[in-house]
């Protein structure tokens, strides 16, 4: 059965404070993997997609990396802006040519000023 | 380009009554996906359409029905409301799924509370 579990659960960091969130994924042949942000009460937002191991995205202040079990969401010199639940998602060979995404329980991170 | 659109915002609801939701995809995105969101379950799929064919359903019971129309716009049910349906029910949409992008757009949610 495909799974996805990201840790920490919740993170607490100073502004300037960087840090990184872990994706631990099973799946049955990776199609594809994705990060999205949440802001309370919204849908998440897309981030990036990395779809093969050794692939590695940025924008801004995020940076994001994938191995065969694992993606890394690194988080450089963190702003209050960037508080927000992160959430990672996986696409298998198990949903075939389906929308199915079958998501972790995200990690809630809060920066501090 | 628009973003994905869900109406209602916000519904209350009475348990034992049925609700009907709607989205709208980004224009040109023929696939729409269902979520369900709660704090103890995170995101769950429910199912997915591509021109108005189910393709995919999630684990949830027969209470829950979606479909889709000629112009791509989606609208999931629920009948016989339980307390436990109360979540944020988000739609998604995405191109061409079978061409090999996968990436989903999320819409701003629905919000159901059953009472």
């Known amino acids: 059965e495909d799974q996805v579990t990201q840790s920490p659960e919740a993170l607490r960091l100073q502004e300037g404070e960087s840090s990184s969130l872990n994706c631990s994924y099973t799946v049955s042949g990776l199609r594809g993997l994705f990060w999205y942000r949440q802001d309370p009460g919204k849908g998440p937002e897309f981030l990036f997609t990395?779809?093969?191991a050794g692939e590695e995205k940025e924008k801004e202040r995020l940076k994001a990396t994938l191995t065969k079990k694992e993606s890394f969401l690194h988080i450089t010199a963190p702003k209050p802006e960037d508080s927000a639940t992160y959430l990672c998602?996986?696409?298998?060979?198990?949903?075939?040519?389906?929308?199915?995404?079958?998501f972790g329980q995200g990690t809630t991170l809060q920066v501090k000023p | 380009k628009a973003g994905v659109t869900q109406t209602p915002r916000y519904l209350i609801k009475t348990r034992g009554q049925q609700v009907t939701l709607s989205c709208s995809p980004i224009s040109g995105h023929r696939s729409v996906s269902w979520y369900q969101q709660t704090p103890g379950q995170g995101l769950q799929f429910l199912f997915e359409?591509?021109?108005?064919?189910?393709?995919n359903k999630g684990n949830f019971p027969g209470r829950f029905s979606g479909r889709q129309f000629s112009n791509s716009r989606s609208e999931m049910n629920v009948s016989t409301l339980e307390l436990g349906d109360s979540a944020l029910y988000l739609c998604a949409s995405s191109a061409s799924p079978g061409q090999g992008s996968y990436e989903q757009y999320f819409g701003p949610g629905t919000r159901l509370t059953v009472t």
């Open positions: 998602a996986v696409h298998s060979h198990g949903s075939s040519n389906t929308g199915k995404l079958i």
């Open positions: 990395l779809y093969s």
């Open positions: 359409y591509f021109s108005e064919t189910q393709r």
